[in-house]
Structure formats: structure tokens, C-alpha cells
């Protein structure tokens, strides 16, 4: 198992490609903490599932814009498993797509502390409990190309985590690694919430791979940036996209 004796906190775990990539490392060997921030019903079920399969996880409630719930998420991991190895910074949102002659400076804030702040408060949790490891980050195609209409908010929010994971890396190496991935269009609630289905089924029919991503598409290549397979990369942003975007 590439995660045997490693424990990892996966933020936003409940759904989607959080609760995909909590599932895949607990397969690895992995210990999980699974964040979430309301409803448990997910987080919970992918305890169930992970125990089921003789892994070991725990649920932990926290809204991550908050720095006593962030610090609390990585104290409930320390006491479960020993300490974290391994973080993944995947909660995060659009919340709403506003152009920006329309968005009032609460709605700024608000995705900024989503994606960039909630990244900023775990990552520094983490670094005081963290000896060796690797984080990391889901930052999004759109802080490349800079999003789809009225998501300016959210392209800079993920622009900046992508920057932070080069800084980051230089900063807290060689010990630990970062990394992030940069997602295109994945199938998920994010799109079924915020991308018409005519935008989704014209990203399908131009992508070079004709398909959507799937969570597990995601999972696998946090896999990869979280185990030693990885071991000489740190610092990238990598593009997941079937081949929409090229960087």
C-alpha cells in the first residue's frame, strides 16, 4: 500500500471529488479525517465505507474560513491518528456567478475566504504538526483561463492558490512536498449547481477525450501527488481537463 502508516485530512470530504479522494487514499493505507461543513450525511457514509473495508476515519465538523475550527480539524487528527502526514485542500466554491460591475464586496470576500483563506488557515494548522509529507491543493482551470461568466471571483481565488502552492513549496521543502491540481470540467454538483447543460455537453463534444471528468479521475492523480510516486515533483499545477486547456 502506497499510504501504509500515513494519516491525511481531506477538507470538503463529504461529496463529490473530496469524499472520491478520502476513499482513495483510506485504499492506499492512508488514516482520513474527513471535513465537512454542514450536513454529515456524506462524510459519515464515507466513514462507513472506509471502516468497511478495514481502513480507519473520522468525521470532524468546521467551517474552515474560521481559524479555531480549522485548528480544531487538525487537533481532532493529530489525537485520532498521531499527527498528518498528508493534506488536501479541496473545500471550496463559486457560490455564486456575479459579473463585477454587479458584486458587492461581501460576495468578493466571501469566495476569497472560501478558496484562499480556508486554504491559508489549514495549510498552517498543518505545518505545525507536519514533519514530512505533501499537500495538496484543488486549484481549478478557471485560474488559468480565468472562468466561464461571472466567475471573476472565483478564477482569482484559485489563481492565488495556485500561486501559493509554488511559493508554498519553496518555502516549506524538502521535506514536504505541494502541489495542486487544476480541474476542468469534472462531474460534480459544482456544475450541476453552476454550468447549464449546454455548456457541459459542448465541453464534451470539443474536448480531444469527448467525456467529462469523473471524481475518480481526480482522486487518482491526488494519489499520485500524495504518495512517494511523486517524490521529485513539487511546486506544479497540474491540468486536468481532457485536454480543453493546455499549459
Known amino acids: ?46 466513514v462507513a465505507a472506509i471502516e468497511a473495508n478495514g481502513g480507519r476515519a473520522i468525521a470532524v465538523q468546521g467551517d474552515l474560513n474560521k481559524k479555531s475550527d480549522a485548528d480544531a480539524l487538525v487537533q481532532a487528527a493529530v489525537d485520532a491518528f498521531g499527527g498528518v502526514d498528508i493534506l488536501v485542500n479541496n473545500a471550496g466554491g463559486l457560490i455564486a456567478r456575479k459579473t463585477v460591475a454587479e458584486m458587492p464586496l461581501e460576495h468578493w470576500d466571501a469566495v476569497m475566504r ?19 509529507g505533501a499537500i495538496v ?75 467529462q471528468g469523473h471524481v475518480e479521475d481526480a482522486a487518482n492523480l491526488v494519489l499520485f501527488l500524495a504518495s512517494d510516486d511523486s517524490a521529485f515533483v513539487t511546486g506544479t499545477n497540474i491540468d486536468i481537463n481532457g485536454g480543453m486547456l493546455f499549459s
Open 137 to 211: 491543493n484543488l486549484a481549478s482551470q478557471a485560474g488559468r483561463d480565468g472562468g466561464g461568466p461571472g466567475a471573476v471571483a472565483y478564477a482569482a481565488s484559485k489563481g492565488a492558490v495556485m500561486t501559493m502552492t509554488r511559493g508554498l513549496a519553496k518555502e516549506v521543502g524538502p521535506n514536504i512536498r505541494v502541489n495542486a491540481l487544476c480541474p476542468g470540467m469534472i462531474d460534480t454538483d459544482f456544475h450541476n449547481v453552476h454550468t447549464p447543460d449546454a455548456g457541459r455537453r459542448g465541453y464534451e463534444a470539443n474536448a480531444p477525450l469527448k467525456r
Open 1 to 46: 500500500m502506497k499510504l501504509k502508516d500515513r494519516s491525511a485530512i481531506v477538507t470538503g470530504g463529504g461529496r463529490d471529488i473530496g469524499r472520491a479522494v478520502a476513499e482513495k487514499l483510506a485504499s492506499e493505507g492512508a488514516s482520513v479525517a474527513i471535513n465537512y461543513f454542514s450536513s454529515s450525511k456524506g462524510a459519515d457514509e464515507a
Open 114 to 132: 472560501l478558496n484562499l483563506t480556508s486554504t491559508f488557515l489549514m495549510t498552517q494548522a498543518c505545518l505545525a504538526h507536519m514533519k514530512n
